[in-house]
């Protein structure tokens, strides 16, 4: 059974960074596209990032600022969150195809 968990959110200041993490598990994903998403209160889940192979995705308010990566070898993905605004407090969500984790909360105080 397929497994996404992310990890790494929490609560920090405008301006502070965190990386959040998301550990996939039940098959092996080198060739898939990861993406993060986010969702926050009252609004419509957006797409943040993504990842196929070496290629990387990105929405335009968050270019420059985050940096998606994986490891293989971990079945992991990573998202580099920097220079956070409080735009950016939301649920962040780790996607493969039809799969979802649960979600790790973000909050950015002004």
């Known amino acids: 059974q397929v497994q996404l968990v992310e990890s790494g959110g929490g609560l920090v200041q405008t301006g502070g960074s965190l990386r959040l993490s998301c550990a996939a598990s039940g098959r092996a994903f080198s060739s898939d596209t990861i993406n993060w998403f986010r969702q926050a209160p009252g609004k419509v889940r957006e797409f943040v990032a993504g990842?196929?192979?070496?290629?990387?995705y990105y929405v335009d308010s968050v270019k420059g600022r985050f940096t998606i990566s994986r490891d293989n070898a971990r079945n992991t993905v990573y998202l580099q969150m920097n220079s956070l605004k409080p735009e950016d407090t939301a649920v962040y969500y780790c996607?493969?195809?039809?799969?979802w984790g649960q979600g790790t909360q973000v909050t950015v105080s002004s």
């Open positions: 990842i196929r192979r070496t290629s990387t």
């Open positions: 996607n493969i195809a039809a799969y």
